[in-house]
Every structure is written in C-alpha cells, then in structure tokens.
C-alpha cells in the first residue's frame, strides 16, 4: 500500500499535462501511485496518459466514457486509491520539488493526522510568482495540530482541496463526496476541516497554482456562478445532519454572504443581466440561515434590494475616486514642500562632518558600507552618520544608530547638505550628486553575472532593469571601490561613467583576512549547533531564467542527511529572494524541524561565513570573499550553460574555480563523502583564485577608504600593488 494517493482529473489541459506528471514523478520521495481521470478530454489528454501508464506502472489511468466535471471525477478516482493518505492535484498545476518528502515527514512527526494543509505559490502566465497572502495562517498554527474549533484562523484560507492531503480513512468513514458544477470544493472543505479531529500545518510551498490567461473555469462569464448557491445549501444540509456544528451556522453564513459578494463584484463572473437575480438568491439564503449573531456591517446589504446594493457600490466607487484625487493632491503638495526643503537645503553649504549610509536597498547596516561606517567611528568619529533606513527594518537597528527613513522630509534635509555618501546600490534621484560632495559606490562584491550595459545585450535578465536610468544614477560616483583588477576592469566597461577605481579591498571583507579562531561562535550558538560540528554553508544564486528565480538544484534533506553525522548544513539564499516564495519551498519548514540552519535573514553575512568550516554555492559572488577565509570551496555547476545563456558571466567559474567542480547531485555527493573536498588539489585550486581574486583583500580595506576618501590623509596609499595580470588574463567575455 503507498504512502499517497495523487488523483489527477485531466480534461482539456495537453498543454500543461507531462509538466503536472512529470512534477510528481520526479519526487525525491516515491512511495505514491497516480490515479490519473481522464474526463472524456477531447484533445490528446488520454494518450498522453496511456503514454505515462505504459512507462511507469505508478501511473493509473481511469478512461469515463463521458464528461462528467471536475467534482465527480474525482469521486471516480477514489475508489481505485490504495494510499494511506489522499492528495487531488488538478492537471494543470505541479508539486514543487521535494514537496512528498516534506509531507511525508510532517504526516510522521504529527502522527497521521486527518488532514494536513500545505503552503502553494501562484504562478502567473506572463511570468510572475506570488506566495499565497495567507502563509503566515500556516506559519502561525500550533505546531502538534488542531481542530477548527481550536485555531479557527485555518477556515480563513482559500476553500479549496488541492492544497490539503486527507487521511484516506477518514475520507471514507465521512463518506465525503464532491458535487457536481462550479466550486465543488466549498460542499468538501467545510465539512472535512469541521469534522477533522487532528488537523497539521505545513509551511512550505508543496504547490504550484497555475493562473491561466485563459481557460480558467471560474474566470469564465457564465450562469454557471449561480451553483455558488446550491454549494452552501449542501453545506448547511450537513450542519444539519451534525447537530455538533450548529454553533458554525453564524460563521458559515457570513463566508457564504462574503463569497457570493465577492463572485457578484467581479465585472467577468455573471452576465450583466442576471446580476440582480444572483443578488436575490444570495440575500435569499442569508436570510434562511439568519442566527442571533450581530451582521457585519459589509454585509447588511444583503438586508437591503438591488438598488441599495448598486447605490452603494457607486457610492463607493465614487469615494473611491475622491479618495484617489485626494491622495493625489496630497502627495503633489508632499512633493513640492519636499522639493522646496532640498532647494532651500541644497542653497546651504555642505557639512564636512556629515556622512550618510545605505545598504541593500536601506535593508540596515550590513556589508561594506557598514564596515566603512564602523572604521569610520573609530578613526573620524567628528563625521556624523546617518543611515537611510525602510521603517520594516529600523526595528533591527542597534540604539546608538542614527537613521531616517527613504524619502522623507529628514531624508531630504540629511542628503542636501550631507559631504559623504556610502552605498553599494545606487541611490535614488532625489539624493543630490552637489559639487564638493563624496558618493562612495561600495558595489556587492566581486561581478561574475553581467552588470550595468553588459545586460542590454541579455533581454530576459534586463527585465525590470531601466540601464540608462541606472547609469544617470551611477555618474554620481566619484570611487567605485574595487578588490582586484578583474573588478576594476568590469566596473569601468560595465558603467561608463567618470568615477575613479580605488583599489581598496573590500571593507566587508576585513574581518575575514582577519578572522580568528572561535570568530563564529556567536553564530553557532544562536543556531544551537555544535562546536564540534563541520558547517557547510549552501549559498545558491538567483536564476534569471527561472520564475521565481530560484529552483532547488538537489534535495537539501538529502544532502543534509547524507552529509552524515557530526555535520551542520546552513543555506543563505540570495537577498533578492528573501522575501518570495523561494523561503516557502521547504527552507523554513526544514529549519523548524531541525534539518538544517535557515540563515537567509542573518543581517551579517560575514558572521554566517566565519561560523563555517566549508562552502557550497553555483554562481554566487559569495566565493570570492569566502576564498578570503583560505576554506574549503566546492562549485556546483549543473546549470552552467543555461545560467551562462540567460544571465551571461565574465569568467567560467567551472574551468578557473576556487576548488573542485561538481556537474550534478551525484558529483556533490560523492566530493563530500570521499573527502575530496577538502583535499590538496582544492587547496590548490583555492590558492590560484585567492591569488587572482583576493589581491587587495589586506584586511585594512575599511581604514584605508576613511584614511583616505574621507579624511584626506596623503600618507595611506588608496591603491595596492596588483599582480601582474594583462586584460587578457583577467577579463573574458561570454
């Protein structure tokens, strides 16, 4: 008998069909059989999965003889499920990579619930991605399980099936059924979350919605929208018949008043003329099921007619636009007290003892500009500083930091008289470029991936890039700090600006030429990992080819077990996907369960490599400041090829690598368990790239850029000898 059973009803989807199969039979976990329904599809649906069945015998396949829909296909593959547990994945969306494996082990560490519930991301059809708005419903839940009674907050998310697995038995003990017509998941949804007695969260993106630009069934103009209706009669049929629920008929109620609302506002749901008749039925409802509870003032319209419905949504829509005209004036009337405030300002000397920071976006000191700020206090502490700093993070700032939020009037005083600028992205254009002022331009690291005018000749990396505007930002630098000659040359064909390269070294980098033992301790500890543990730190980069940009390249449980024991797998992900759904792809549920370290939020990225004894990355600039620390570094390059295509890159990290190079998991595997991966040929290897990568790297990078960028000093030289390398030698283009 199989773990899972994964019904797939197919009908009309050959587009998107092998991706859905595919999805599921690529699982790292295998113990599961497909039940795949074809629903009399007219198109190639069938053969396909013929094709699939005749391939794998883990693939059922069910022929009806007629349509039948959605809801009753379903029902007709259950009866063929042999799984402990059940899981209806519809034909046109995937499982994200890994996703059994993480339901499987979440059903075991909660033993066997009725129902699990698991995170999905929406997929849009012109390529964008969003994690469900609700995540945090999951992220939030009681960590043994519940019942709706217990944590009513599950109720709040979408009503649908596909992003549950139920315990097969209790399926067939509630004789739960789907109906037919639209929105057969409400009839299914309510009963089994009510009538569940153990209930488990799962907070990770097992699923990929697919959102269609067309064929969406529920985005389709049709009086099929009334079924709304004949769905929540049968789920008040079932309070009925389970006097236990009575006490849910208020909350049910309001859900039915708040869904039908919802479907009657949207302008492709209903045909214009049948909008009042939908109105009535659904007032008509709401009243049969009136309790004693108070109505929620958004829905004591359905005590009033049509017309008072239509009123109040063009009073709204006209508020609406008041409201829109108003916030317009208003940030118009912001906007010119905020341009007078930087001209007065702006007509006013620049304070010599005033030095403004930003970094990542004003995500908080981190990085080089940090360092710079931090070498800045001890050496010119005269010199004021001030940190441009977004409200969500100021929380993290340490009491004695001075900051002042993007764009707002302080923001504006600081940066018109402000003499220093730091930052190692470029400022926006109401940051003044004034005669006499310093701008700083700290970069984020060693470039590897095409930069600045390098991406107009990359059309799908340039996406949401505006260059010109990027290099009109980018004349405002005066020094573009630079670790070693491959940089500088970069930078200057990258940004064809007037800036002077200052061969400074990397400040943020000082306190890994320094580092000393026990100098990640702190880490360690906060993460409760062993002293004695070997931490390898994964450190994957941003794919512009892929949606999302992020894709598992392995299973990150199955290295992290197969690292064996005595071993610490931490991943950092890519800053720009530390907000996405990447982080809801198992990264955050390992790091709960203890699988591995989650250190994408680690303000400090220097302190995550110092408390690690090797690193993991693909294309990540990472290395080249990782190479400082003299450790162990493996590349893993399954992708090169592609990434090379989409993005580009100035050097082949896979024939010039700081250590060995692996092409697939097996390779990454093998490297660690014979202990190639510490051996004398990476250390060679390493050394090669410390020598070509790491040249200004002395480990007094930060003093040197306040010694001489910002005080003046004529006694510390801003450059250090560079190896004797030709362009040739360091620059190649690909």
């Known amino acids: 008998m199989p773990r899972f059973s994964v019904i797939v009803p197919v009908f009309k989807v050959q587009g998107f069909l092998r991706e859905c199969l595919d999805s599921v039979l690529g699982q790292s976990y295998g113990d599961f059989e497909i039940v795949a329904v074809d629903d009399c599809s007219p198109d190639g649906c069938g053969e396909i999965l013929d094709e699939y069945a005749e391939r794998d015998p883990r693939v059922r396949v069910l022929h009806l003889p007629e349509n039948v829909g959605l809801g009753r296909a379903r029902n007709a593959g259950m009866p063929l499920a042999t799984g402990d547990f059940l899981l209806f994945l519809d034909s046109d969306d995937t499982l994200t990579p890994g996703a059994l494996r993480a339901i499987a082990d979440r059903l075991e560490e909660t033993g066997d619930p009725d129902v699990l519930v698991f995170d999905y991301a929406r997929a849009y059809w012109w390529g964008g991605t969003r994690r469900n708005v609700l995540a945090r419903v999951l992220a939030e839940a009681p960590e043994a399980g519940f019942t709706a009674a217990e944590y009513p907050r599950i109720l709040d998310l979408l009503m649908v099936v596909w992003n549950k697995v139920h315990r097969r038995e209790f399926v067939e003990r509630g004789g739960f059924t789907f109906p037919p017509g639209y929105y057969e998941d409400t009839p299914w949804t309510f009963p089994v979350l009510l ?166 976006s004003h995500r908080g000191p981190s990085g080089d500009p940090a360092a710079i700020h931090r070498a800045a206090r001890d050496l010119a502490p005269h010199i004021r500083a001030v940190w441009v700093v977004r409200e969500d993070q100021a929380d993290r700032l340490p009491p004695d930091v001075e900051y002042v939020l993007p764009d707002s009037l302080a923001c504006r005083r600081i940066t018109a008289r402000a003499t220093f600028f730091v930052n190692n992205v470029n400022w926006p254009h109401t940051v003044p470029g004034r005669p006499g002022s310093v701008h700083i331009h700290t970069h984020q690291g060693t470039p590897l991936k095409y930069m600045g005018v390098d991406l107009l000749g990359k059309p799908g990396a340039r996406h949401g890039f505006d260059v010109p505007q990027m290099l009109r930002r980018a004349d405002r630098w005066d020094y573009s700090l630079v670790a070693n000659l491959h940089s500088e040359l970069v930078w200057d064909r990258a940004y064809p600006c007037d800036f002077t390269s200052a061969r400074t070294g990397s400040p943020r980098n000082d306190v890994l030429v320094n580092a000393k033992p026990g100098d990640g301790a702190a880490f360690r500890l906060r993460h409760g990992i062993p002293e004695d543990h070997t931490v390898v730190l994964y450190a994957p980069t941003r794919r512009d080819h892929v949606r999302g940009g992020h894709t598992e390249r392995f299973d990150l449980v199955r290295f992290a077990e197969e690292l064996g024991p005595g071993h610490t797998l931490v991943v950092r992900l890519h800053p720009s996907l530390a907000d996405g759904p990447a982080r809801g792809a198992g990264l955050s549920e390992l790091h709960r369960r203890g699988v591995l370290v989650d250190a994408t939020d680690e303000l400090h990225v220097e302190e995550v490599m110092l408390a690690s004894d090797a690193l993991v990355t693909d294309y990540s600039a990472l290395m080249f400041d990782y190479a400082n620390l003299d450790r162990p570094i493996v590349v893993h390059a399954d992708d090169w090829r592609a990434f090379t295509a989409s ?51 002395d480990g007094r990078a930060a003093e040197r850029v306040v010694r001489t960028l910002m005080l003046g000093d004529p006694d510390v030289e801003i450059s250090i000898p560079a190896p004797a390398a030709s362009e040739s030698d360091v620059l190649t283009w690909r």
Request: with cysteine; aromatic share 12%.
């Open 195 to 360: 009538g569940a007695g153990h209930v488990v969260a799962l907070d990770r993106i097992c699923l990929t919605y697919r959102q269609r630009r067309q064929g969406n069934i529920l985005s389709t103009t049709s009086r099929k929208h009334f079924d709304i209706h004949d769905q929540y009669t049968r789920v008040f049929a079932h309070v009925d018949a389970h006097p236990e629920l009575e006490r849910w008929r208020a909350y049910l109620r309001h859900k039915m008043g708040e869904h039908c609302l919802d479907i009657l506002s949207k302008p492709d749901r209903l045909p214009p003329g049948d909008k009042r008749e939908f109105f009535h039925r659904t007032a008509r409802l709401f009243h049969e099921h009136r309790t004693e509870e108070p109505v929620p003032a958004e829905l004591r319209v359905l005590e009033g007619g049509y017309a008072r419905y239509l009123a109040g949504r063009h009073g709204a829509a006209a508020g609406d636009a008041l409201g829109r005209r108003g916030r317009r004036l208003r940030n118009a009337a912001t906007g010119r007290v905020k341009r007078g405030w930087s001209w007065a300002y702006g007509k006013r000397p620049l304070d010599p003892h005033l030095a403004v920071y930003s970094a990542f």
């Open 647 to 697: 993005r580009g890159a100035y050097i082949d990290v896979t024939a010039d690598a700081p250590g060995h190079v692996s092409r697939s998991y097996r390779e990454l595997a093998w490297l660690f368990a014979s202990g190639c991966w510490r051996d004398a040929e990476s250390a060679e290897l390493r050394a090669g790239f410390r020598g070509r990568f790491c040249a200004y790297d």
